[in-house]
């Protein structure tokens, strides 16, 4: 079986999509349908609202009120996608959870794929690259590109993983390997904070490659120079630092246990 080929669509009620959203007035009702439109393999929708100051919340209140699948939780202010992310974990109930920015960056037609590794059992994490040999990719900013490898660089020097893109949106797990991490980072840390941790672990993880379609900075793209520094920051102390700490330890023990017994069973059955 290839891995990377979702060849089995009877998975249903499996999936929880967390959708961090800021600001995100113009492409939020569209990333619902979208979403939707993958069908039985969606639990569901955790949308969690980061404090928007434009129409957005108003606008996906309206948007999910007749969706059983979608729950729209309203953060009282901005706290950056990590803290958004914080709230949707533990709001979200699926066995496999994925990651969907609110800015049709990253389509969610791409979400099975990125996913099968993991439907398929080969894969407790799975992240779509951005790098890897792919189908679409928007010509955007050099800079940014060399960027993102600068900061995969290095993080791969440290947690000793060939990872192509640590920024990537689309990171997937089974919900065994994330809940249990309480994020700690801000801003976008959260990207290498979990990347770092999850290192740790005995979590087998894989790339996919997806489509990115990048949008410019005066379509709305946010991110900025000291989000970068962050990550620099960030990457030296979620792999040197953090690992040593009694939570983290007892996070990469719970994850480990967790995937040994889901092994046990897989081999008994
Ligand atoms: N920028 C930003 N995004 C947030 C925040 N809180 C939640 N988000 C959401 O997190 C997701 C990622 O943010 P983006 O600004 O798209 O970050 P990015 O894709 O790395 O960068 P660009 O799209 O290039 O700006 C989007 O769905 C945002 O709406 C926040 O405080 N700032
Ligand atoms: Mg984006």
Partial sequence: MNPLVNQDHTHTDKLSVLIPVYNEEKTASEIITRVLALGAVVK???????????????IL???VANEPKCHFHAMPKNGGKTSAIRKALELATGEIIIIQDADLEYDPAEIPDVIAPILN???????GSRFLVRKAARVLYFRHYLANMLLTFLSNLLTNRNMTDIET????????????????????????????LICKTKARTYEVPISYYGRS???GKKIDFMDGVAALWYIGYYNLVKPWFGSARRYVREVNVALEKRAAVEVSA
């Fill in 44 to 58: 569901e929708i955790i949308i969690v609202d980061d404090g928007s100051t434009d129409r957005t919340a108003e």
């Fill in 61 to 63: 209140r309206a948007r």
């Fill in 121 to 127: 059992g080969f894969a407790d994490v799975a992240f």
């Fill in 169 to 196: 949106c689309y990171k997937s797990f089974r919900a065994e390997v994330i809940k249990p991490l309480k994020l700690t980072s801000k801003g976008f840390g959260m990207e290498v904070e979990i990347t770092a």
């Fill in 217 to 219: 900075y005066e379509e």
